[in-house]
């Protein structure tokens, strides 16, 4: 992976996606990913993450946080894991080597957490967002997608993303998945999951959002209104540190898992899942 194709120090890309806010955009990403059919059906054959959101969470940081912030030998060392384990994931009608489902997953990542992250400090300039679009790139190119399924512009993303969300059509297996992610078993992560729920259900689109069956109101709209405005002032006035904790600890973590060697849990199984995988 060439350094052309990662972020450098402080471009908007790396400001995009340092910020720990942007993690409210977790449920809202899965779910969209899951209403896909290919992705859904993979995630019900393969994966046990609705039971293990806290370690879908963090395969999902390391892969994002290791190509964007990561050396090119950090960077390729996940891009190369997750690939050996999405070769076995495959199965009727998908397979997570699918360029189609490999754009969509990683169409997710960026427009999810841009919607976030201009939810929260305003609308970036047009040349910042066009830098960060071309380096989000690597979220699919980084899982063996070909460069040229990637949408060339952000104008051409924009019209891919209006069609896919338009498109979209819940189906059951979806639901059910849904239903696992939102009651999970450890009481503490269920908390976690009810904020995620509520988020999520405010950010999707009314007809995906009804797709799963989320309850919205005008109540909730305005809880929500009202809790994006608290953010809106009080986030960004927080010092750096500790807007940026969640990444420098997952670097950290995937640097100290790193040094352990071949032996180590991540290395023989992979930093997580982006697209579906059994652990």
Not at 73 to 82: F, G, L, N, T
Not at 115 to 140: I, M, N, T
Not at 194 to 215: D, K, N, T, Y
Request: proline letters at 7%; aromatic letters at 8%.
């Amino acid at each position: 992976m060439g350094d052309k194709r990662r972020a450098r120090a402080g471009a908007p890309a790396q400001r995009v996606y340092r910020e720990a806010v942007v993690l409210g955009a977790a449920a809202y990403a899965i779910l969209l990913q899951i209403a896909h059919p290919g992705v859904g059906q993979g995630v019900a054959d393969h994966s046990d993450f609705a039971q293990r959101p806290v370690d879908r969470l963090r395969g999902t940081l390391v892969f994002v946080y290791g190509l964007v912030y990561g050396t090119e030998e950090e960077a390729d060392r996940v891009a190369r894991i997750v690939r050996a384990i999405h070769k076995r994931v495959t199965g009727p009608g998908y397979s997570a080597r699918d360029p189609e489902l490999q754009v969509w997953v990683a169409a997710t990542l960026y427009a999810c957490n841009m919607h976030v992250y201009e939810l929260v400090f305003g609308p970036l300039a047009p040349e910042d967002k066009d830098e960060v679009y071309r380096h989000s790139a690597v979220f699919a190119t980084s899982l063996g997608c070909p460069p040229d399924r990637w949408p060339a512009t952000r104008a051409d993303f924009d019209r891919y993303w209006a069609d896919m969300i338009g498109a979209i059509e819940v189906n059951d297996t979806a639901r059910a998945i849904a239903r696992d992610l939102f009651h999970p078993a450890n009481p503490v992560v269920r908390a976690l999951v009810r904020v995620q729920r509520f988020l999520a259900s405010g950010l999707l689109p009314e007809h995906v959002r009804a797709g799963f069956g989320l309850e919205w109101g005008p109540i909730h709209q305005r809880r929500f209104d009202r809790l994006v405005a608290a953010v809106r002032t009080v986030y960004p006035r927080l010092p750096l540190t500790v807007r940026t904790l969640p990444r420098d600890y997952y670097l950290h973590d995937m640097r100290r898992r790193a040094a352990r060697g071949g032996r180590d849990r991540t290395e023989r199984r992979g930093p997580g899942r982006v697209l579906p995988g059994r652990r």
